[in-house]
């Protein structure tokens, strides 16, 4: 009896000294690591970071990617946009995202793939990254920041979306120089109805389309931090339109000397719209629908009916009765 209980002692003694062993050597594997581990709570300034460089990792993906700054290292995930993952470790998220493009799980992977490969080749060459250090964990045990990245083209996540290979949705932030979130989340909705009326990326892999990419020039957006001396948020040509609405002229008043009224919405046919079918414009002739609702309708399909319009967020009885009867 004497021997067992000392041979399971010494055992004992010699698992809480290897277990002692493994919790200094993780502890030194973090105080090595090179990114801000005090930053978790985020700046409210602008950390404007350039001359960025992409570090080749297994790990990165169209969205997320190591970066180095200097001497320093970093992980960002990108505001605003959502690349399809490159494998099937999240399952579920995975088929969001291929429900979103209306492809299958493993086309979506695809998607995935082709969007890392574009983010590599546009990470080619230095950029700039914007950042609060706020934290983007997610489900990574490593600490990632959100950012802006800005190639030589301009924003990374708008040519994402624009070439179909990333969906509107995530985190949203003001970007720098702009007064809201909704100016950006209004382009990039322009822009990936763009790619899906193109039927490229995952809105054309299934009929061999997933690399073809966007043939309309576009103009990606360049931030600036609000400075004095310094534009805000200036475009990459001069041909594109302003973030901030120009004053309308004001409506000529009729012979009754009352002011004319727009006539747009009215003039749209009751019963007509094919809810699987119609673009974002069509949709935003109907009352009540705007270009936010527009997306999250032509995201939900394909419908059984417009009876399934009351599944979409956002609408509910009295947004229902109102937009219903535009609908086949």
């Not at 492809?103 to 995935?112: T, Y």
Request: hydrophobic content about 35%; glycine content about 8%.
């Amino acid at each position: 009896m004497w021997r067992k209980a000392s041979t399971c002692d010494f055992a004992i003694a010699r698992l809480r000294h290897l277990r002692r062993k493994i919790g200094l050597l993780a502890l030194a594997v973090v105080c090595a690591t090179p990114v801000e581990i005090g930053a978790r709570d985020g700046s409210k300034d602008w950390i404007v970071l350039e001359n960025c460089r992409l570090i080749p990792n297994p790990a990165n993906d169209g969205d997320s990617f190591h970066v180095s700054a200097g001497a320093k290292e970093y992980i960002f995930r990108l505001y605003l946009v959502d690349a399809p993952e490159t494998d099937e470790m999240t399952p579920g998220r995975l088929v969001e995202q291929a429900k979103y493009f209306g492809i299958s799980v493993p086309q979506a992977i695809e998607v995935g793939q082709a969007a890392k490969e574009f983010t590599r080749e546009k990470l080619s060459q230095p950029f700039i990254a914007f950042t609060h250090m706020s934290d983007a964990l997610g489900q990574s045990r490593l600490e990632r920041f959100y950012a802006f990245v800005q190639t030589k083209e301009g924003d990374l996540g708008e040519q994402l979306v624009r070439n179909g290979l990333a969906r509107v949705f995530g985190f949203k932030a003001v970007p720098p120089g702009l007064k809201n979130s909704g100016i950006e989340s209004e382009k990039l909705q322009q822009l990936e109805e763009e790619a899906r009326q193109e039927k490229i990326g995952g809105w054309g892999v299934d009929v061999g389309r997933l690399n073809v990419r966007a043939q309309k020039p576009t103009p990606f957006s360049v931030f600036v931090p609000a400075e004095k001396g310094r534009p805000r948020a200036t475009p990459t040509s001069p041909s594109i339109r302003s973030s901030t609405p120009k004053p309308t002229a004001p409506i000529p008043p009729d012979d009754s000397g009352e002011p004319r009224k727009s006539h747009a919405k009215e003039k749209t046919p009751l019963g007509k719209i094919d809810i699987n079918t119609a673009t974002e414009k069509e949709l935003t002739t109907v009352p009540g629908i705007g270009h936010v609702m527009a997306a999250r309708i032509i995201a939900a399909r394909p419908f059984r009916s417009a009876d399934d319009l009351k599944r979409v967020s956002g609408i509910g009885d009295k947004k229902y009765d109102q937009i219903r009867p535009y609908f086949q």
